[in-house]
């Protein structure tokens, strides 16, 4: 599946998980993140780097998506298997 694509999915898995996705201009400088995963007055929010590729915006937001259980989501099989890869909790059970 490609970026764009997987991209458009990973944004309706975040709706479904009431985040809120927003794509804002973040400071350049030395080992700058393309975003993450932040709480505003209660709410979950991923803040991605809008000059962020398609496939670096993907992994900023499964990674940030990876935290939340998503197993009742309705979602395709390959978007399963790249929030399965970004999981935190079977990283860190791996670990």
Not at 21 to 28: A, C, H, K
Not at 41 to 62: H, M, N, P, S, Y
């Amino acid at each position: 599946m490609k970026a764009d694509v997987l991209l458009e999915h990973l944004e309706a898995a975040a709706e479904q998980l009431g985040v809120k996705v927003s794509y804002e201009q973040l400071s350049t400088g030395v080992g700058t993140s393309k975003g993450g995963l932040c709480r505003v007055k209660g709410q979950f929010r991923v803040i991605i780097d809008k000059r962020a590729t398609a496939t670096e915006r993907v992994t900023t937001l499964a990674t940030a998506l990876g935290r939340f259980d998503h197993a009742s989501l309705e979602l395709r099989d390959e978007v399963r298997e790249v929030l399965a890869t970004y999981d935190s909790k079977a990283t860190r059970r791996a670990s």
